[in-house]
């Protein structure tokens, strides 16, 4: 399915406490009073902690692709919400949501992401009051 | 047979024997709601403590350490922290010290044993031994690691675990970091139903912090699990490092 345009509407949300750390910390990169949206074809999917990495090509309206990284939460805190190694598979397309990066690259963390078809990835989001 | 009489006559107004311990065994997982501490577990804190308050989820923006007050090069040092530079492969999987790594959003298993206790964390595959025979701290110029040196005893219901020898590593993983003379007391005890564990950590670092700072922390028993590999693979410093570039490149 064809990429849908950049739907980056970056929307000053409720407030939404930081997600699960890992590494690095969710406050210092992330804006969480930011939420971005984004839908693109999946080039890969990295499942190693200390985060995940969804890489995927989004393509806005004037047909400019630009290139999006998504960070999950760390893998081990993905298992327990159904997720897998072959969750993501390039080729198809998705729709992430999540908080922006707070330097303005295309870079987020993820949320949620659900498949075209509307069904979400893994057993529930990530976000406020998150369990690992 | 009057012997005997008396001997039993003794067995019963003999003081019960005392209590084991609390059975700490098993997998724990933080809890994630937000709940007041209990009053008379922050009344054993030591005078001039503050209670940080990034527990869990909740973690500090640059430049914010939670009532922590720093000694004038600790406070420049993490002034000029930034957050790239924990982002290289040279870096991204280095485990924190425990002082940073207790308080996340990551189970661990409980192996008890009056002699020994192991806790095994899944951030980071890091592993601790509680040493429960009476022991002291090794010398200070032992060998420190980021688990450090622990050595436990039980105060009543609760458990007191005593570390030093913990290398230098971060305590609010914003530039805020401790030195390897940092010193660590916490105080876990069971709640009332035995389904959760209440603590307290509590350190003081001469070096680096002017106060003293604290974290309230509530896990609880989820049977069943087990923690996973952590595993941690640097290669995703290259993802980011990667970011905003034109792909291909």
Redesign the interface.
């Known amino acids: 399915m064809k990429s849908r345009a950049l739907a980056a509407a970056v929307a000053l949300a409720c407030v939404v406490p930081a997600a699960a750390l890992a590494h690095h910390s969710f406050a210092v990169y992330f804006d969480p009073d930011k939420e971005v949206s984004i839908t693109g074809k999946v080039t890969a999917f990295r499942f190693t902690n200390p985060h995940g990495t969804v890489v995927l090509d989004v393509t806005d309206q004037q047909g400019k692709v630009t290139e999006w990284r998504a960070e999950t939460n760390a893998p081990v805190v993905l298992m327990r919400r159904g997720w897998a190694r072959d969750s993501i598979k390039p080729g198809e397309t998705v729709t992430i949501d999540g908080w922006v990066s707070r330097d303005g690259k295309p870079y987020m963390r993820l949320r949620r992401a659900v498949r075209a078809d509307g069904k979400l990835i893994g057993s529930a989001a990530f976000g406020q009051a998150d369990q690992s | 047979m009057r012997a005997l009489l008396i001997a039993a006559t003794t067995l019963m107004v003999a003081p019960a024997p005392a209590m084991a311990e609390p059975d700490l065994r098993g997998f724990w ?2 809890s ?2 937000s709940e007041q501490p209990p009053a008379d577990l922050i009344a054993k804190l030591p005078a001039n403590t503050v209670v940080i308050e990034d527990t869990g ?6 430049d914010e350490y939670g009532g922590l007050k720093m000694k004038p090069e600790a406070l420049a040092k993490a002034t000029a922290w930034q ?1 790239e530079d ?2 290289l492969v040279s870096r ?2 280095l485990a ?1 010290s425990i002082v940073y790594a207790l308080q ?4 661990f298993e409980v192996y008890q044993t009056p002699d020994l206790i192991v806790l095994k964390y ?1 951030y980071f595959d890091q592993v601790r031994l509680i040493h429960m025979d009476g022991r002291g701290h090794p010398p200070a110029d032992a060998p420190h690691s980021k688990m450090g040196h622990s050595i436990g005893r039980w105060d009543g219901d609760e458990l007191v675990i005593d570390t030093t020898h913990i290398a230098a590593s971060t305590i609010t ?2 530039g805020l970091d401790h030195s390897d003379k940092i010193h660590m007391v916490e105080r876990y005890r069971l709640s009332e139903d035995g389904k959760s564990i209440l603590a307290t950590q509590w350190f003081e670092d001469p070096e680096v912090l002017e106060n003293n700072g604290a974290r309230y922390i509530k896990w609880t028993r989820q049977t069943g699990q087990y ?7 640097p ?2 410093a290259l ?2 490092e ?6 291909g490149q």
Request: charged share 20%.
């Open positions: 997982n933080l994630f709601g989820v909740v973690e500090f923006p640059k957050p924990d982002m991204v999987c924190p996340g959003p990551f189970p899944e993983n914003n923690v996973y590999p952590y595993e941690c693979d290669s995703f993802e980011y990667r970011i905003g570039k034109p792909a």
